[in-house]
């Protein structure tokens, strides 16, 4: 998954997991995805994983806590996108930051997550801006995904299993290297999904602001990650063969 979406940024890199019964655990750093490859270690009873990588346009990653996955409180997550109203609403809603120099705009996310526990479809519809994202909660079991506008969402559902990624060719990484096959689907525009045990076991919809427009990105941001990644992962398969 990590290669798959290596292309994507490279200006930090981080995961996180979750082990049913502990904490969820995050690691970041500042780097490419490829820095990050070989030194993935995720426990083999963990249950529900987050990666990405980043190419930044609010918070800068010198500060580790700008940098996703991002921790508010309980919640745990990542985001593919710009929110331009998160300021806004961490004064309407009386949110402190998770650290007090922290100026990413996606912890608003998180942060509405943790407060709306519930009522998510509801507090996804104050978002103003571009969104595709992810986050697992210490108080839910479920791993929570949406996506608003401007980004995708792709989603390949396996026989036991669920993954996710910002586009198709990265889940049919996943088939080629992992020798599954997935059904694969874009999630709309406007809908929140809970997974659980690989399955979806909720469905809401939001209302979406059409009124933002923002300035098209080009797709691959770090061509020269994509292909060290994937010739990284191509000798370690074959090593491990």
Not at 95 to 112: C, G, K, Q, Y
Not at 192 to 216: I, T
Request: glycine content about 8%; some cysteine.
């Amino acid at each position: 998954m990590l290669t798959g979406i290596a292309e994507r940024g490279a200006d930090a890199v981080g995961y996180a997991y979750r082990v049913p019964g502990d904490a969820i655990a995050v690691h970041k750093q500042r780097s490419g995805a490829t820095a990050l490859l070989e030194r993935i270690s995720v426990p083999e009873d963990a249950t529900k994983l987050l990666v990405h990588v980043r190419d930044f346009t609010k918070g800068h990653p010198s500060l580790e806590a700008n940098n996703h996955p991002i921790r508010h409180g309980s919640v745990v997550g990542v985001h593919n996108g710009i929110i331009k109203n998160d300021d806004e609403l961490f004064e309407q809603h009386r949110i402190e930051r998770a650290h007090p120099e922290m100026t990413v705009d996606s912890e608003i996310i998180f942060a509405l997550a943790e407060l709306a526990r519930g009522r998510t479809a509801q507090a996804l519809q104050e978002l103003y801006g571009s969104m595709a994202t992810a986050w697992l909660d210490e108080e839910r079991p479920e791993l929570l995904l949406a996506r608003g506008l401007g980004r995708p969402l792709w989603l390949g559902h396996g026989k036991n299993e669920l993954f996710f990624a910002s586009t198709r060719v990265a889940l049919q990484l996943v088939e080629s290297y992992a020798a599954i096959k997935l059904r694969k689907s874009e999630l709309p525009e406007g809908t929140v999904v809970a997974v659980e045990h690989g399955k979806m076991v909720a469905q809401e919809l939001f209302q979406l602001d059409r009124s933002f427009e923002e300035e098209p990105l080009p797709a691959v941001r770090a061509p020269d990650e994509a292909r060290s990644c994937l010739e990284r992962l191509a000798r370690l398969h074959t090593a491990a063969a």
